[in-house]
């Protein structure tokens, strides 16, 4: 199966029906907006800049959420499940906020940008991770709409929180920031039944380039991360009973711990602006991808 980077069925970026369109809130749980930056949790190291990360309230989000905050930056974990999120926030500490926001919705993703400008004046990193898959079922047996929520979740979610990203980095001073997409193994090699998984995967690789052209005359950079079986409560199956393979049987396949994603994503986002990590692969050293198997 792919390695989406939710752990949930439906779409992790959303929202539940009825809720507002974003409401963000802190780690203690509080109803009052922090104020910037203030300095009331566990810090590691000197503050890098204020980090987004989608789908942050598990899995490889919340990771990377950890990682960024042990580095020094101040997290805004952004995700559908308000519970959820706030035990996360409570992991990452050092003033961690949560919001919850649909990825999938403009109107949310604005709502989302717009309250991290509010409260911070700027954004330095945007982590796009939120993701789904779709059942491991035959290409011809899909329902449009299941292809369509992959879609919408996978792609459409990054392209609207990079557009918001820009308009922000661009007018806030200094100017720029950094961009890291999520694209997964699966945006160079697929698995047997995830054609729209792997169709926005290798989707996701143009909008990186894209992104990374376009966002050079503005400070901005973009980068991509493509992981293969980090060990997080998704790719359970694939250490359990199992992956479906190229050649029809199945097997256990390995995995590795997923903070070694956030160390890489705290790599890649340490760079001056004037570097940029174009793109790069971290998956488990034996697991059936290199090669023909």
């Not at 309250?115 to 329902?143: C, H, K, M, S, W």
């Not at 050649?247 to 001056?272: K, N």
Request: include cysteine.
């Amino acid at each position: 199966m792919p390695e989406p980077t939710s752990n949930d069925p439906a779409p992790l970026t959303g929202e539940s029906p009825g809720s507002p369109p974003c409401r963000g809130f802190r780690s203690s749980g509080a109803d009052r907006a922090p104020e910037p930056r203030r300095r009331t949790g566990r810090r590691i190291g000197p503050v890098k800049g204020i980090a987004l990360v989608t789908g942050a309230g598990s899995g490889i989000g919340r990771a990377v959420s950890v990682a960024l905050a042990r580095a020094g930056w101040t997290v805004v974990l952004a995700g559908r499940r308000r519970e959820t999120l706030e035990e996360a926030a409570a992991e990452v500490g050092n003033d961690a906020v949560a919001i919850t926001c649909d990825v999938t919705d403009p109107q949310s993703v604005r709502s989302l940008f717009a309250e991290v400008e509010e409260r911070y004046q700027r954004l330095d990193l945007l982590f796009n991770n939120a993701g789904i898959g779709a059942p491991t079922v035959p290409l011809e047996d899909l329902t449009v709409e299941q292809w369509q929520a992959v879609i919408d979740t996978n792609l459409t979610g990054p392209f609207l929180c990079t557009q918001e990203a820009f308009r922000l980095m661009k007018r806030q001073s200094p100017r720029g920031g950094r961009i890291i997409n999520n694209g997964s193994i699966s945006a160079t090699t697929p698995r047997p039944l995830s054609a729209p998984y792997t169709a926005t995967k290798h989707a996701v690789t143009g909008l990186t380039k894209s992104t990374a052209l376009d966002g050079r005359a503005y400070d901005i950079a973009c980068g991509q991360i493509d992981i293969g079986n980090a060990a997080t409560e998704m790719m359970a199956r694939v250490a359990g009973a199992g992956a479906l393979q190229a050649d029809g049987t199945t097997r256990r396949e390995p995995t590795f711990d997923a903070a070694h994603v956030g160390e890489a994503v705290v790599y890649m986002a340490s760079l001056p602006l004037s570097a940029n990590v174009q793109s790069l692969t971290v998956l488990a050293t034996t697991m059936p991808f290199v090669g023909r198997g």
